[in-house]
């Protein structure tokens, strides 16, 4: 775990996935197979580690992926025979798509809530921002919560994400979601 952390997650991933793996790999694997020689882990050692987190298919699954790999890379780095990766024919937990779209009447009242809260100082004006961009713009929180007001390209209406999940995104913004970003104070750097 350690080596795939320093010569792969640490170099080539981003900072959080980089964490994600660690915390998988300490609270998950680790606990599974120990300090066991990378030869000696079985497909049943994988099954093992699928099946304590049956009651977190997606945590699962992350585990699975990550696995895959450190074994991909143990082949490449000479740890392992080639084509011995344990976890090729072990398959993933099947996860329901969760997926909320919103009825224009709970828009509507998320809005109202938004307002009335502000309103009452229960919530900030930039946490209300940040929620009607999530609505408006379909985007991932962190896309939102980090993006910097210099990002916005005003005169095609654009969020120009440099490096969001999926690498470069450009994000269409509505009428609404350019409103939200009007009146700002000059010297605000976080949308």
């Known amino acids: 775990g350690a080596e795939y ?18 915390l998988n790999l300490r609270r998950y694997i680790t606990p599974h197979i120990g300090e066991r020689r990378v030869r000696s882990i079985t497909e049943q050692d994988v099954l093992d580690i699928k099946a304590s987190l049956k009651a977190k298919p997606a945590t699962a699954n992350q585990c699975i992926a990550l696995l895959s790999k450190m074994f991909t890379l143990a082949e490449k780095w000479n740890y392992r025979d080639k084509h011995t990766n344990p976890v090729a024919d072990v398959p993933k937990y099947t996860i329901k798509e969760r997926e909320l779209i919103l009825s224009p009447k709970q828009i509507g009242a998320l809005l ?11 919530v900030t004006t930039h946490m209300a921002r940040l929620v009607r961009l999530l609505m408006l713009t379909g ?19 654009l969020l120009l ?11 269409a913004l509505s009428a609404a979601a350019m409103e939200q970003t009007e009146g700002l104070p000059e010297d605000q750097v976080w949308l």
């Open 139 to 157: 985007c991932r929180l962190r896309e939102i919560m980090h993006a910097r007001v210099e990002w916005i390209d005003r005169e095609r209406n």
């Open 112 to 122: 109202v809530a938004l307002d009335e809260l502000v309103a009452e100082n229960e």
């Open 161 to 171: 994400l440099p490096d969001s999940k999926v690498g470069e995104r450009k994000i």
């Open 5 to 22: 952390m320093e010569k792969h997650a640490t170099p080539f991933k981003k900072a959080s996935s980089a964490y994600l793996d660690e």
